[in-house]
């Protein structure tokens, strides 16, 4: 939803439940005062998107979250994420019902209350987001072994009592793949990318949007804080890995952009689980049947063609002034390796 549509009580709400980490966590203990039937229901086969932003996260989770098999966080449960439980009876005699609106991004996407979001990074932010998140960077996050059991629970606490399986959309579970893998040995792990001079042009162009959007709204700043969305704008916060140096080139260049799409997809390629699903937006685009038949079958699902309703798009090609042809260069060999790891369309 637009930040813009909150009202004085429901941000005064979000910045005592979002802003506060001791509150976020009294919930998450609230929650299980009361435990719900089903939060011990051996569901194991969840799905895990996450890339960096603007290479089709959004699209692949919502096309999971339409087979009606999976759970996921949505607006209505907001601001108390960490408490799903409970908050999910309490806010029963209250819900709302709006039509849906495109969100801030400006890319024809449209959300409502039920829409499934990326809420699950408020879980990590508020119980270890000094291990990964620092004053001008994100790094890996090296989770001990208590707070993947941490995790577990609260993801069974999501899911309990519908029957359904766990559906995440996470860009910052890049930094915790591993973490991913054995908290649910059978999940189903899927790594978007897209061309990277697009991608590129395209976080630039959120980045501007969002800063604008920042300078005159302190509450979409601060939400997007509250959330752990540092992807663009002035909340921006850049991967930085453990064997790179951080960029000299400031976030208005687009060679800036270059680079965090070559160091983070670089880093996938070597660190991420080795039975990771790669997936490529343009084979999205280009072949969406034979594209999502290969990850609906890794995750054990029937593709209905018929609902597809030309949901990926290709967005028109954009150029951009100042390319260094040596970063362009090096971005491209590394996505011709992505491609080759990514299984084809058949």
């Known amino acids: 939803m637009e930040t813009s549509d909150y009202s004085f009580g429901d941000r005064l709400l979000h910045l005592m439940v979002l802003g506060v980490p001791f509150i976020s966590k009294v919930s998450f203990e609230l929650d299980g005062l009361f435990p719900n039937k089903g939060e011990d229901y051996p569901v194991e086969k969840h799905v895990f998107v996450s890339g960096l932003a603007r290479a089709g996260t959004t699209i692949l989770m919502r096309t999971f979250f339409k087979t009606g098999q999976f759970r996921s966080l949505t607006y209505r449960d907001m601001p108390f994420v960490l408490m799903p439980g409970v908050w999910k009876k309490l806010s029963k005699s209250f819900h709302k019902h709006e039509d849906a609106k495109e969100r801030a991004h400006g890319d024809g996407i449209y959300v409502d209350f039920d829409s499934p979001e990326a809420f699950e990074e408020v879980f990590w932010r508020t119980f270890s987001g000094d291990d990964y998140i620092f004053d001008n960077c994100l790094r890996p996050h090296h989770v001990s072994n208590e707070l993947i059991e941490q995790f577990r629970l609260y993801v069974r606490r999501i899911i309990a009592s519908s029957s359904k399986r766990y559906l995440s959309k996470n860009n910052n579970n890049i930094l915790r793949l591993g973490a991913i893998r054995k908290a649910f040995p059978d999940s189903v792990i899927i790594v978007p990318f897209r061309e990277p001079l697009q991608h590129a042009i395209s976080l630039l162009n959120q980045h501007k949007k969002f800063c604008d959007r920042h300078s005159i709204d302190k509450f979409s700043y601060n939400y997007m804080c509250w959330l752990g969305h540092h992807e663009f704008g002035m909340t ?17 260049n687009i060679n800036y952009w270059l680079n965090i799409w070559i160091n983070t997809y670089s880093y996938l390629l070597n660190n991420a689980p080795s039975d990771s699903l790669f997936v490529c937006f343009e ?25 597809l309703n030309d949901t990926f798009n290709a967005p028109p090609t954009k150029d951009a002034d100042g390319i260094d042809e040596n970063i362009r260069n090096q971005a491209q060999g590394i996505y011709q390796d992505l491609r080759a790891r990514a299984k084809p369309p058949s």
């Open 283 to 307: 084979d999205l685009c280009e072949s969406p049947v034979e594209t999502l038949r290969c990850l609906f079958d890794s995750a054990e699902l029937s593709l209905d063609e018929d609902r």
């Open 236 to 252: 921006h916060k850049p991967f930085q890995f453990e064997k790179e140096t951080r960029s000299s080139l400031e976030a208005d």
